[in-house]
């Protein structure tokens, strides 16, 4: 399933649970994992200097620096890099996002995994002037899937038998139910399908009568099983849902529900958000409060 | 030790050389060399009868030390108005010793000389403005970083940057090959969302010949995908050269006379070679300098202008808004109070300021816009100008030269900086990461590609 998984760490406490589930799979899957970590951010015109992403100080970056921030890397890592798993580390000086997509296109991984986030906008130097934090942008551009583990809750991972899979009926839905489909049948687990019915955006202008929305509910479902239900016969288990809510909201409860392990969503790439907005994308919300790892999909 | 293993007068030319240079990390012990670096005096003065010409010798001799410079210089008002900090003095009792001593001057002399050349001046060209005589300080500045460069008696980054441009042709390690290669993979990221984008490579007779800053490539290449989508979406016929891009010149900074000519060469050469109607750099302002003010000189052509009609991005970009090629949907313009940082290079030394005011008028609501004050080409450099940015051993210097224009930032209100120059575009990032004053800072493409009205054809299929 996963022969080649990039993951992109800051190595610190924040990224924890995201290393917990990259080696887990890499494991699992018996995987080459690719340690991914920008240790600093470019600074100071056309200098040597940049900012280190853990110490948060001004440092001139030659080889021996490089060398010690591997080693550290390596140190950090020290008790999953045993037991004969297959692993690379490197480390590198950019902007993160740009940095990760650049390691992408050079390794060409099956997987992007990503560490948590560095902080709030004030403190982490990765974020300076970025339109978009680092998930937004590789997750716009990555031609891989990407996997996010935002929360500790969400990290653990024992294997898969149950995905949740949130579609809008998008093109780029179909791209990550084939990839939802991939896994489920590679790995034989339970796959739901499921729409949330967005009721803020239909009932503009007022309020929608139950009625309508267990009509709209009973148009989605057959939506679904016209677009997807041939497939998923191929499987051992399966289910559909419509249920009507705020999409984020709705998408995470259900997986909760459902004991999912895993949630596949597409991204929309034409939706990337300016610096000031916050993660407004329905699979961002996702990734910030799913219980459970989160792979987007945008191709 | 008349030379040392890492300060000496060889310019560096390999990629090896330019390896061992950067392996002094922060230029240590480049630096103890340079304390017993020799003065070959002979050379210094033979160079000085070759090059020091009427121009800058008037200059030096009419000035007439009546001090209307001082209060122009912003690291004279920004040192507490010290009298060392007056232009005229800094070069009077730089470069005018080296002269009146017809080139005998010593090691400490030089070390000194240095350290005024590039952290007392940033090359702005204010003073200029201000003096009743038209003496032009920073043309005189940038004449004694070359004597120094000849030396040795330069910043370890700018030895190095230099280095760059003569074994790349590019200021920072980015081959022919990583360019193109750069290119293509941002159009591949993003002709999914702009179908047609293209960046055509060495087309001939284009009406565009776009030529970039290293730094985006190396960095920051989502400025080329952007460059790419507003050519697109203007419906231009341009291209990129696969040698002969990088627009910048750090051997500029450096005062490399040869590393200069060798480099704006180099891009001439792609526009001989392309024959397109016109070139235009990205949105650089020491580049443009580089490349469309000096350059000509530098590469000894008689007109004192490139092979073909070259104009600065804020210049292209003016014409496209007014000419309708690209559209703003009015109600996606800033509507927060934003001001515009002035480059020197382009606006004081070359009076593009309404090409930025114009292009302001169609991005802005009306109402928003805040001049800093002063403004235009009475504008304070950045801070950072003429390499200030990069050199370790002068930071110091160079975070407290940044007050002026937090100051100015601070007035207006404002906290959204423009800053179409990647020079000042850093010095203003480098200023909210030392001050910590909340604002952001932009080129123009990312702001305008935002607010862009993109006609239907040119949307994605959904």
Redesign the interface.
């Given at each position: 399933m996963f022969k080649k998984i990039l993951f992109a760490t800051s190595a610190t406490e924040v990224s924890d649970h995201a290393a917990r589930v990259a080696f887990n799979i890499a494991r699992s899957y018996n995987a080459h994992l690719n340690i991914f970590h920008v240790l600093g951010v470019p600074s100071r015109g056309f200098s040597q200097v940049v900012v280190d992403v853990k110490t948060k100080e001004r440092v001139d970056v030659d080889d021996d620096y490089m060398d010690w921030v591997k080693e550290e890397v390596t140190t950090y890592y020290s008790k999953y890099l045993d037991n004969g798993l297959e692993s690379s580390i490197t480390v590198t000086v950019g902007l993160p996002a740009r940095e990760i997509l650049r390691q992408a296109k050079d390794t060409k991984p099956d997987l992007i995994l990503l560490g948590g986030s560095t902080g709030d906008e004030k403190d982490s130097v990765y974020k300076k002037n970025s339109a978009g934090s680092t998930l937004q942008k590789v997750a716009r551009s990555a031609k891989c899937p990407v996997l996010v583990v935002n929360r500790p809750a969400a990290s653990f991972w024992g294997g898969l038998s149950n995905i949740t899979f949130g579609t809008d009926f998008s093109k780029t839905s179909d791209k990550a139910f084939d990839f939802a489909f991939k896994i489920a049948k590679a790995l034989d687990c339970e796959l739901n399908v499921f729409h949330a019915l967005d009721i803020f955006s239909l009932s503009i202008g007022g309020i929608l009568p139950q009625d309508d929305i267990e009509q709209k509910i009973r148009e989605k479902l057959r939506t679904i099983r016209s677009r997807y239900e041939t497939r998923l016969k191929e499987l051992k288990n399966y289910s559909m849902e419509v249920l009507e809510g705020i999409p984020y909201i709705e998408i995470v409860k259900y997986a909760r529900d459902n004991h999912s392990d895993l949630i596949v969503m597409a991204h929309h790439s034409r939706k990337i958000k300016s610096e000031d907005a916050n993660l407004g994308d329905n699979v961002e919300q996702v990734i910030v409060r799913a219980g459970c790892p989160v792979i987007s999909v945008n191709r | 030790m008349p030379e040392g293993k890492y300060c000496n007068k060889t310019p560096v030319e390999t990629p090896e050389e330019v390896n061992f240079l950067?392996?002094d990390?922060?230029g240590n012990t480049y630096y103890e060399e340079m304390e017993s670096l020799d003065i070959d005096s002979d050379l210094l003065w033979k160079t000085i009868q070759n090059t020091f010409k009427s121009r800058l010798k008037t200059w030096l001799e009419i000035c007439a030390h009546c001090g209307m410079c001082a209060e122009s210089c912003f690291l004279y008002q920004v040192n507490n108005r010290d009298p060392k900090q007056v232009p005229a003095y800094k070069i009077q009792s730089t470069l005018g010793e080296i002269i009146n001593r017809k080139g005998k001057v010593d090691n400490k002399f030089m070390r000194h000389a240095m350290e005024v050349a590039w952290a007392q001046c940033t090359c702005c060209n204010r003073c200029g403005t201000y003096c009743p005589h038209g003496i032009d300080t920073g043309i005189m500045f940038g004449y004694l970083r070359g004597l120094l460069y000849q030396q040795g008696f330069v910043p370890w980054?700018m030895k190095i940057?230099a280095g760059m441009h003569r074994t790349y042709r590019a200021?920072?390690d980015v081959t022919n090959e990583d360019f193109v290669e750069t290119f293509e993979?941002m159009i591949e990221?993003n002709e999914?969302?702009y179908p047609g984008l293209t960046a055509p490579v060495d087309k001939e007779g284009a009406d565009i010949l776009y030529t970039v800053n290293a730094?985006e490539v190396?960095?920051?290449?989502?400025d080329l995908a952007e460059a790419a989508i507003l050519f697109h979406i203007a419906g231009e016929n341009w291209t990129i050269p696969s040698a002969g891009w990088e627009q910048t010149s750090?051997a500029m900074f450096a005062g490399d006379w040869a590393a200069c000519k060798m480099q704006v060469e180099s891009v001439y050469a792609a526009m001989e070679r392309l024959k397109p109607k016109r070139m235009i750099g990205t949105e650089c302002g020491h580049a443009h300098r580089a490349t469309v003010i000096e350059g000509p000189y530098w590469a000894g052509r008689k007109d004192g202008l490139p092979p073909v009609e070259s104009i600065h991005y804020v210049e292209w970009l003016a014409e496209a808004l007014r000419t309708g090629k690209l559209k703003i949907d009015p109600s996606k313009r800033i509507k927060e109070l934003v001001t515009i940082q002035d480059s020197c290079n382009y606006i004081r030394n070359q009076g593009l300021k309404d090409a930025t005011r114009e292009i302001i008028s169609y991005i802005v609501e009306p109402g928003y816009f805040v001049e800093m004050s002063p403004n235009k080409e009475h504008n304070y450099c950045c801070g950072?100008g003429g390499g200030f940015?990069?050199?370790?051993i002068f930071?110091k210097q160079r975070n407290k030269a940044l007050i002026t224009k937090r100051d100015q930032i601070l007035k207006t209100g404002a906290k959204l900086v423009l800053a179409p120059c990647h020079?000042c575009w850093?010095?203003i990032?480098?200023l909210?990461?030392e001050y910590n004053i909340g604002i952001?800072?932009?080129f123009l493409k990312?702001v305008i590609i935002?607010m862009l009205d993109i006609p239907d054809h040119l949307k994605?299929e959904?």
């Open positions: - | 950067l392996s990390t922060s980054e940057g200021q920072m993979w990221e999914d969302e730094r190396k960095h920051y290449p989502e750090l950072g940015n990069g050199i370790g930071r020079n850093d010095a990032r480098d909210e990461e952001r800072w932009s990312p935002k994605p959904e």
